[in-house]
């Protein structure tokens, strides 16, 4: 069956940068976007940070544009998040999804538009 498995988490000071993986398996990566969404303690899940693209371009929203970027490889059937001057705000768990896509350079914005969800990896960015 289809299944997300995001790694990569953990602790790290602010002005850190760590690089979270979404490994994908049980589908074709190739035919779906990659979305990344956050949780942070206490707070309901935020909308999408930022997509990858099934013919592997990347967008980030404007918050976190400047300092986020993902990227895919499709034959390791993995995606990236790689997130640099991090703040202690950027805490939470991180989310992969995917959204199945008619046209290889759609963004899928909505989370209703994802089919499958990884568990999570925590991400704490603390001194």
């Known amino acids: 069956q289809a299944q997300l498995v995001e790694s990569g988490g953990g602790l790290v000071q602010p002005g850190g940068s760590l690089r979270l993986s979404c490994a994908a398996s049980g589908f074709a990566l190739r035919d779906y976007a990659i979305g990344w969404f956050r949780q942070a303690p206490g707070k309901e899940r935020e909308g999408v940070s930022c997509?990858?693209?099934?013919?592997?371009?990347?967008y980030c929203v404007d918050s976190v544009n400047d300092r986020f970027t993902t990227s895919r490889d499709n034959a390791k059937n993995t995606v990236y998040l790689q997130m640099n001057s991090l703040k202690p705000e950027d805490t939470a768990v991180y989310y992969c999804?995917?959204?199945?896509?008619?046209?290889?350079?759609?963004?899928?914005?909505?989370?209703?538009?994802?089919?499958?969800w990884g568990q999570g990896t925590q991400v704490t960015v603390s001194s």
């Open positions: 997509i990858s693209s099934s013919d592997g371009r990347a």
């Open positions: 999804a995917a959204a199945p896509v008619q046209y290889t350079d759609s963004f899928p914005l909505r989370d209703y538009e994802y089919d499958y």
